[in-house]
């Protein structure tokens, strides 16, 4: 690959807050170079005309197999979809695009942003079909709805015990609703037809070239099955051009008995990086493990893992060198974490041993639990932005004045990364990063509700936090920093991100992504 050099830009190198240059010089996909533009030698440079240019966006906890077995699912979502009638023509529709005997799917649906104050139950969706099965997921991913022959076909009656960690949601009588709450969830996937290879090498490919065009040239994979690896590295080959982190579930890692990583796990643009668990649910689902009750409720939400588990899954990292993250929400399952590793020392060292992603409601003295310990907070403030009415309800002013305290996190932590989740939230771009960017440094929701706006950052830091800082938790040291040695990962922007008014910051658009030098998008 020849040489290139891109002069006359306004370069975020993502050293730190305020390295900027002008020009630049890409060697065989890599930086060889920066500077000024008066000392770039080449007679024919690219010409950036002034434009912003900052590193390719990694987000570090998405999941893009998700994002794409949904392309093609009705989107039962704002604003297409504000109530249950809308939701169940919307279904219709998907039922006539869907093959005979084929399950009819949704997702995106949230109780508090439909007129009818519920969410949607096997009686509604029966009104969809009898005669096929129908699942839709809520916006969060953790539970679920469906119809009569859904239950049927996943043998779901009134004497179906709930597993651990879920809820099959029942009536007075104790018959299923159809609602499925967190591990419920698992007895309906068992029941459906798995995708072929193809269809799912295929979807993968397409999912990179939609992350391209948000700016992301890495990403990690939050929900890894074993099989994913192999699946996304046939994906490379047709194409799929993104940097990949996988996470696998840890249990899975258990069902199938794996005890040891090999070398060719580890390395390579796609690799596995750690093994996850959940430690709780979802505010907006009032699963997420409290230490107090919701307001209104005895409930204090769900603990969906053992302390015996969450040592096992330690070790299993310890021993193949890779992380553990664990998906915890509320502050009791976020304080059970700090307590259940206090005596454990890291075992990695050129990055977090424990990542704690969403970190939603964190209290002050966690932040001094976790000193030394190298724990990395991975939150969403797509969350806050987007659930808006879910927060407000479900959180009492203490709680919500603790939720995703940005600017506490940045200041006091050392590894810290903004992700999406996408598309695990009532937003219909969830994947569109400078969403994310807006709601940080605005602390505004979509609605323009304050969402505690003491915990503001400036843009420098939140672009920091989706590259130079988001590469460090998830060890892809290879990239998300403009200086020579690092990949040529970067994107240009149509508007300054730096000095455009905070409010239209989700307005800026990614004029270009290169990987390695290529231009991509």
Not at 83 to 104: F, M, S, V
Not at 128 to 136: G, K, M, N
Not at 401 to 427: C, I, K, V
Request: net charge negative.
């Amino acid at each position: 690959m020849p040489s290139h050099y891109f002069v006359n830009g306004k370069i975020f190198t993502g050293k730190n807050e305020r390295d900027f240059v002008s020009a630049m010089k890409v060697t065989d996909g890599k930086i060889e170079w920066i500077g000024p533009s008066e000392q770039a030698d080449a007679p024919d440079p690219v010409d950036l005309q002034g434009k912003t240019v900052v590193p390719g966006f990694i987000d570090a906890h998405a999941h893009p197999r998700l994002l794409a077995d949904i392309a093609g699912q009705a989107a039962i979502t704002i604003p297409e979809v504000t109530n249950i009638e809308e939701a169940i023509a919307a279904l219709k529709k998907q039922a006539e695009k869907t093959p005979d005997g084929g399950w009819i799917e949704g997702w995106g649906w949230d109780e508090t942003k439909l007129l009818d104050g519920r969410p949607l139950n096997r009686f509604d969706l029966d009104r969809v079909s009898t005669e096929r099965p129908v699942h839709i997921m809520r916006s969060d991913f953790h539970s679920s709805a469906v119809n009569s022959k859904a239950l049927e076909l996943a043998g779901i009656d009134k004497s179906t015990a709930d597993p651990f960690g879920g809820e099959i949601q029942r009536d007075e009588n104790g018959d299923p609703t159809g609602i499925m709450i967190e591990n419920a969830n698992r007895l309906i996937e068992n029941a459906k037809p798995k995708k072929t290879e193809e269809e799912r090498i295929e979807g993968i490919v397409r999912t990179g070239r939609r992350l391209a065009r948000f700016g992301i040239t890495s990403v990690a994979e939050m929900m890894g099955r074993w099989n994913d690896l192999s699946l996304f590295r046939k994906a490379e080959k047709r194409g799929f051009k993104q940097r990949l982190v996988l996470y696998l579930l840890w249990e899975e890692v258990k069902e199938l008995g794996i005890r040891r990583l090999e070398e060719r796990d580890l390395t390579g643009r796609i690799r596995i990086g750690g093994v996850k668990l959940f430690m709780d649910g979802t505010i907006s689902g009032k699963t997420a493990w409290m230490k107090a009750p919701y307001p209104g409720t005895e409930e204090k939400g769900m603990r969906t893992c053992t302390k015996e588990e969450l040592l096992e899954a330690a070790e299993f990292a310890r021993r193949n060198g890779i992380q553990l993250a664990i998906h915890a929400m509320g502050d009791r399952a976020i304080e059970e974490i700090l307590r259940t590793f206090e005596p454990v020392k890291p075992w990695i060292d050129d990055g977090p041993s424990i990542r704690i992603e969403h970190a939603s409601i964190m209290r002050p003295e966690f932040f001094r639990k976790m000193d030394g310990k190298k724990i990395a907070l991975v939150p969403q403030i797509i969350f806050f932005f987007a659930e808006y009415e879910s927060y407000r309800n479900h959180l009492d002013g203490e709680r919500f004045s603790l939720a995703y305290p940005l600017r506490t996190m940045y200041e006091q932590n050392g590894y810290m990364a903004l992700s999406t989740d996408a598309p695990a939230t009532t937003w219909a771009e969830p994947d569109k990063i400078m969403t994310s960017i807006k709601a940080a440094v605005t602390r505004k929701a979509y609605n323009g509700q304050d969402i505690n706006r003491a915990e503001k950052i400036s843009p420098e830091q939140a672009v920091l936090l989706f590259t130079g800082k988001a590469k460090e938790v998830c060890r892809l040291h290879e990239t998300g920093r403009l200086l020579p040695g690092y990949e040529a990962d970067f994107i240009v922007l149509d508007e300054d991100i730096f000095t455009i008014d905070p409010d239209r910051l989700d307005r800026v658009k990614v004029a270009a992504t290169y990987i390695s030098g290529e231009k991509v998008c």
